[in-house]
């Protein structure tokens, strides 16, 4: 088992993956400013207020480790090279800090990192800068996917980014992944679920067929062949079968479950686990406990990424042998494009309002998230990433997959809960959809709409 993994370090590894070592585009900065190794801020002393106990994180790493030295040692440069100054305020509740600060008419924070879960409600409030003006929001290498960063994006601009080549993303940003005790596979004499994904046969079909085959009776004890909390195992079927939970068409905003593809994805996800392979699922449905995984009593997981690699108690560091599969593939999907959702991004940062020089303080943040210089080229990072945590070169490049296409889900909002109890309830379908529809029409109109305005506005149609 490979124990000695620094996750910090891997998990940065990773996200490079996902950049691919792309040249990062250059940014917009101030006329005033000098553009050149000279470039002067003239003593400007920003303060970034960071959501985290002080002492437990350094700009989002654990103390001591590489990546946090590395952090440091940034913060330094950037200090010494633009002669500026960077105080970090840590705080369990910034977002607090940054409210009473606008309220009482001071200025606290020059920059802010949140959780987008909560600071949507500070960006649809008017309480951050817009950051068209003062980033190069269409290197989304840098800052983030559209469809990531919907949260943040609020009709006429975006309020917010996350460091896209940082190593907390992966573990923070995916939604679902299916991990598989391929030790059991080999046990049974199945083909490595791997290739089905390899050469593009991990459907929908596909998947039953595996669900009955890895479902077995091992010395009296029935092994099941999947774990999923049912509103995991719904969400993630829907996004199968290449619909998005919700798209703009002409000026009007579509919920991907009142789509016919949608739909059909909803029935195939609820006929699974209520009628042809309901004895294959394992009955307990705790949501984020893969216990029973670790323990053999199932053959697949449907696991959150942070499941996977984050620290001591992930799947990764307790078992042997596991390999990482998107969600199979339906009939509308796009081969080989593997959707997920969130509803956070830990590390959001933006400028409040009322920071004291907005634009000097989107050339701190730029500066601050570049990608770091350690690791370059993606084959040496799949490599790493091969011979220190996972089993298969693969899984990797199934996780870095299903990151960059994920999409963010409106939980928040309310417009989750069809999808999420269609492998619930006993009604059908239609009748569920038709139930919720002026539910669904109202979130739309009020948070949908105004988010995809502002996708338009920043990225164009």
């Known amino acids: 088992m490979k124990k000695t993994i620094d996750f910090i370090v891997l998990a940065l590894i990773f996200v490079f993956i996902l950049c691919a070592c792309s040249q990062s585009a250059e940014e917009i900065v101030p006329e005033y400013i000098v553009t050149s190794s000279g470039t002067d801020l003239d003593g400007f002393s920003a303060t970034w207020g960071w959501t985290g106990k002080d002492g437990d994180t350094v700009f989002g790493f654990t103390p001591g480790t590489s990546h946090a030295d590395m952090v440091i040692q940034r913060r330094k440069d950037i200090e010494n090279t633009y002669n500026c100054k960077i105080n970090v305020d840590y705080k369990e509740d910034i977002l607090s800090v940054l409210r009473t600060g606008i309220m009482s008419g001071s200025q606290p924070l020059d920059i802010v990192k949140a959780g987008s879960f909560a600071m949507v409600e500070d960006v649809?409030?008017?309480?951050?800068?817009?950051?068209?003006?003062?980033?190069?929001?269409?290197?989304?290498?840098?800052?983030?996917?559209?469809?990531?960063?919907?949260?943040?994006?609020?009709?006429?601009?975006?309020?917010?980014?996350?460091?896209?080549?940082?190593?907390?993303?992966?573990?923070?940003?995916?939604?679902?992944?299916?991990?598989?005790?391929?030790s059991y596979v080999s046990k049974l004499s199945q083909v490595d679920p791997r290739e089905f994904v390899e050469n593009l046969t991990w459907t929908w079909d596909k998947f039953e067929e595996c669900l009955s085959a890895y479902t077995h009776n091992d010395g009296g004890n029935t092994i099941y062949g999947m774990k999923s909390h049912h509103a995991y195992f719904a969400m993630n079927m829907f996004l199968s079968?290449?619909?998005?939970?919700?798209?703009?068409?002409?000026?009007?905003v579509v919920c991907g479950a009142y789509t016919e593809p949608g739909r059909v994805a909803l029935e195939r996800a609820k006929k699974i686990m209520q009628e042809t392979h309901h004895d294959c699922f394992h009955?307990?449905?705790?949501?984020?406990?893969?216990?029973?995984?670790?323990?053999?009593?199932?053959?697949?997981?449907?696991?959150?990424?942070?499941?996977?690699?984050?620290?001591?108690?992930?799947?990764?560091?307790?078992?042997?042998?596991?390999?990482?599969?998107?969600?199979?593939?339906?009939?509308?999907?796009?081969?080989?494009?593997?959707?997920?959702?969130h509803e956070d991004l830990p590390t959001s940062i933006g400028i409040p309002f009322n920071a004291k020089d907005?634009?000097?303080?989107?050339?701190?943040?730029?500066?601050?998230?570049?990608?770091?210089?350690?690791?370059?080229?993606?084959?040496?990072?799949?490599?790493?990433?091969?011979?220190?945590?996972?089993?298969?070169?693969?899984?990797?490049?199934?996780?870095?997959?299903?990151?960059?296409?994920?999409?963010?889900?409106?939980?928040?909002?309310?417009?989750?809960?069809?999808?999420?109890?269609?492998?619930?309830?006993?009604?059908?379908?239609?009748?569920?959809?038709?139930?919720?529809?002026?539910?669904?029409?109202?979130?739309?109109?009020?948070?949908?709409?105004?988010?995809?305005?502002?996708?338009?506005?920043?990225?164009?149609?």
């Not at 290197?139 to 994006?153: A, D, F, H, V």
């Not at 307990?284 to 216990?291: I, L, Q, V």
């Not at 790493?384 to 899984?395: G, K, P, V």
Request: glycine share 8%; hydrophobic share 35%.
């Open 283 to 341: 009955p307990t449905e705790s949501a984020g406990d893969h216990t029973e995984f670790v323990n053999g009593e199932c053959v697949m997981y449907v696991a959150w990424s942070s499941e996977l690699i984050n620290g001591t108690s992930s799947i990764m560091y307790q078992m042997d042998n596991v390999g990482i599969l998107p969600f199979p593939q339906g009939p509308n999907a796009t081969p080989g494009v593997y959707y997920s959702y």
């Open 241 to 252: 079968n290449g619909v998005a939970l919700s798209a703009y068409e002409d000026g009007k």
């Open 358 to 461: 907005p634009s000097t303080s989107a050339i701190i943040l730029s500066a601050m998230l570049e990608p770091f210089d350690e690791y370059r080229t993606k084959d040496d990072i799949l490599d790493y990433m091969n011979e220190q945590i996972f089993f298969d070169r693969r899984d990797a490049e199934v996780l870095a997959n299903v990151t960059r296409y994920t999409e963010y889900g409106f939980f928040r909002e309310g417009a989750r809960g069809v999808i999420e109890s269609a492998t619930e309830v006993t009604t059908a379908i239609s009748a569920l959809l038709e139930s919720n529809k002026d539910k669904y029409d109202k979130i739309a109109e009020d948070y949908m709409t105004p988010h995809y305005q502002g996708r338009i506005a920043v990225y164009g149609e």
């Open 124 to 182: 649809r409030a008017g309480y951050l800068t817009g950051l068209s003006s003062f980033l190069d929001i269409e290197n989304i290498e840098k800052w983030g996917t559209p469809n990531m960063l919907q949260s943040l994006i609020w009709k006429n601009d975006i309020f917010g980014v996350t460091p896209f080549a940082w190593p907390d993303i992966p573990y923070t940003v995916t939604g679902h992944i299916i991990a598989v005790n391929e």
